[in-house]
Antibody, heavy 121, light 111 residues
Framework: HVQLVESGGGVVQPGGSLRLSCAAS????????MHWVRQAPGKGLEWVAY????????LHTDSVEGRFTISRDNSKNTLFLQMNSLRTEDTAIYYC??????????????WGQGTLVTVSS | QSVLTQPPSVSGAPGQRVTISCTGS?????????VHWYQQFPGTAPKVLIY???NRPSGVPDRFSGSKSGTSASLAITGLQAEDEADYYC???????????FGGGTKVTVL
């Protein structure tokens, strides 16, 4: 049974930094791309970032480009999201999700329980 | 404003059939990118309900079905049950944005 457990969320002031982690188990982590998806309080889902299984390719949505960095450590089965220059609009629950290929495209299969990031002064 | 447009809410009596629409454009659904659907209960993570337009993961009841035509897609729930009360999100890929995109979500209420 695939398990993804996020950690590292908390309260931070605007302009501050946080590093989120997502610990994976019960599947071959190094075989799968991974995503971060966020959900602002009471709002819908927003894709944030993607990393290829071997870490050689990363993508970030425009609103976080240059501020957030997705990375992974396959030796520790862990996904990361380094978040710098945080803004109030980054306040959200951050989920990590397993990337699954269907044909030539992707969807989000297993999800973690999420970690809450609150950016407030 | 979400790239994919969903109605904020739909409702139906137990046993009825409800549908949720997901309207996109020529750079996402209309470009023949797959549509996927997720179910989310309050306080929990989303779960994939339909993938690749109309495929159900194991364990998802066959009351749930997906379809796609042109720049739109739909999720149908037949034989609506109280346990189906949840938020539902469509998702695809947008080639203009180079982003994976979601609809704004639809809250299903069982009357």
């Amino acid at each position: 049974h695939v398990q993804l457990v996020e950690s590292g969320g908390g309260v931070v002031q605007p302009g501050g930094s946080l590093r989120l982690s997502c610990a994976a188990s019960a599947f071959i982590f190094s075989d799968y791309g991974m995503h971060w998806v966020r959900q602002a309080p009471g709002k819908g889902l927003e894709w944030v970032a993607y990393i290829r299984n071997d870490g050689t390719k990363t993508l970030h949505t425009d609103s976080v480009e240059g501020r957030f960095t997705i990375s992974r450590d396959n030796s520790k089965n862990t996904l990361f999201l380094q978040m710098n220059s945080l803004r109030t609009e980054d306040t959200a629950i951050y989920y990590c999700a397993e990337d699954v290929r269907w044909g030539s495209q992707n969807y989000f299969d297993n999800w973690g329980q999420g970690t809450l990031v609150t950016v407030s002064s | 404003q979400s790239v994919l447009t969903q109605p904020p809410s739909v409702s139906g009596a137990p046993g009825q059939r409800v549908t949720i629409s997901c309207t996109g454009s020529s750079s996402n659904i209309g470009a023949d990118y797959y549509v996927h659907w997720y179910q989310q209960f309050p306080g929990t993570a989303p779960k994939v309900l339909i993938y690749g337009d109309n495929n159900r993961p194991s364990g998802v009841p066959d009351r749930f079905s997906g379809s796609k035509s042109g720049t739109s897609a739909s999720l149908a729930i037949t034989g609506l049950q109280a346990e189906d009360e949840a938020d539902y999100y469509c998702q695809s890929y947008d080639s203009s944005l180079s982003d994976w995109v979601f609809g704004g979500g639809t809250k299903v209420t069982v009357l």
